[in-house]
């Protein structure tokens, strides 16, 4: 893959892993970079379970991505302690 592949790859997982884990989004940069970080975790997990990607391509890609994204913000808020604001 291309470096503007990993960078859209990882945009898009981080952006949706955000939302999903209910969030607003880590900025640029910080979205890209969980995504892409997603991107190892996600496949280290599907290799790990024997699973293979529905999709194939870069929406396969994509996916696992942001599976792994969402593994990897939960594991950081788990770690965190989840420390939440009050408004």
């Known amino acids: ?14 952006l ?3 939302f999903v884990m209910g969030g607003v989004g880590y900025g640029l940069i910080g979205d890209i970079i ?9 496949g ?8 293979a990607t529905p999709l194939g391509g870069l929406a396969g890609t994509i996916l696992v991505a942001f599976i792994g ?3 990897l913000l939960f594991v950081l808020r788990m770690i965190r302690g989840g420390r939440r604001r009050v408004v």
Request: charge should be neutral; glycine fraction near 16%.
């Open 1 to 14: 893959m291309t470096l503007l592949t990993w960078l859209i790859v990882g945009l898009v997982a981080g």
């Open 16 to 18: 949706l892993a955000s």
């Open 34 to 42: 969980i995504g892409i970080i997603g991107a190892f975790v996600g």
């Open 44 to 51: 280290w997990l599907f290799s790990a379970l024997g699973v």
């Open 69 to 71: 994204a969402v593994v």
